[in-house]
């Protein structure tokens, strides 16, 4: 049974730092693409930031130079580390892991809220 556990959430203020975390179980996890996605309400869920089993990654435009993603794969662990926070931030982050080959296989955690407000 594959697993994406997300945590590190919470109310920040502008400005400030948060990083979440993601644990998976049930999947080789350096075999995956993995994603960070976010949902605000209203919103269609967006892709934030990507990490490729070799380690290379890719951002949304409206966070790049904000949010750094990063894995442990002796951990099965992705973060991500979001700082310079703004309203427009506030969403449901979602966890991902992704792969296309030998077979296709995508998995969602259960999102984590982060909330930016003063």
């Known amino acids: 049974q594959v697993q994406l556990v997300e945590s590190g959430g919470g109310l920040v203020q502008p400005g400030e730092s948060l990083r979440l975390s993601c644990t998976a179980s049930?999947?080789?996890?350096?075999?995956?693409?993995m994603g960070w996605y976010r949902q605000a309400p209203g919103s269609e869920r967006e892709l934030v930031a990507a990490?490729?089993?070799?380690?290379?990654?890719n951002y949304a435009n409206s966070v790049k130079g904000r949010f750094s993603i990063s894995k442990n794969n002796a951990k099965n662990t992705v973060y991500l580390q979001m700082s310079s926070l703004n309203p427009d931030d506030t969403a449901v982050y979602y966890c991902?892991?992704?792969?296309?080959?030998?077979?296709?296989?995508?998995?969602w955690g259960q999102g984590t809220q982060v909330t930016v407000s003063s």
């Open positions: 049930g999947i080789i996890f350096r075999l995956y693409r």
């Open positions: 990490i490729f089993g070799g380690g290379n990654t």
């Open positions: 991902n892991a992704d792969r296309t080959w030998p077979t296709a296989e995508n998995y």
